[in-house]
């Protein structure tokens, strides 16, 4: 409970710092695209400055997820395997129980015996 609460307190913090700085840096930013002729670009945008910002942190949160998705593809793979492996044993476990219950024999007509006359142990 107290690391949710501590968490919405950052990210009330973080908006409101983000909203601060997209109302204070508004003004027009030109981002030229053309290393060539930069004073008559063939490409330009011009956008809000914070707005890039944004992008970045768009892109930037993009980048990581991708970036940890690929890190941890050999412990996806092994519980991928792990998975048909436990899958592979179930049916082996229910094949050997449905064997065993049309197949064996009726131990109710065997004797049982309650006493043995020799010590296991070999001692008399």
């Known amino acids: 409970m107290i690391a949710r609460v501590l968490g919405l307190l950052c990210g009330f913090v ?8 997209a109302v204070i840096n508004r003004h027009g930013v030109r981002l030229v695209l053309d290393p060539f002729n930069p004073q008559d670009p063939v ?4 956008l809000p400055f914070y707005s890039y910002w944004f992008a970045m942190l768009i892109v930037g949160v993009m980048v990581g997820g991708f970036a940890t998705w690929m890190s941890q593809g050999k412990w996806r793979r ?13 049916g082996e476990a ?10 064996a ?3 109710g007509d065997i004797p ?13």
Do not use: F, S
């Open 14 to 21: 973080a908006a409101v710092l983000l909203v601060t700085l």
């Open 43 to 46: 490409l330009a945008i011009d």
């Open 78 to 90: 092994i519980a991928r395997n792990r998975t048909q492996e436990a899958a592979r044993w179930r």
């Open 94 to 103: 229910d094949r050997a129980n449905q064997t065993e219950q049309l197949g």
């Open 105 to 107: 024999p009726n131990h």
């Open 112 to 124: 049982q015996a309650h006493h043995c006359a020799v010590d296991p142990r070999g001692a008399r």
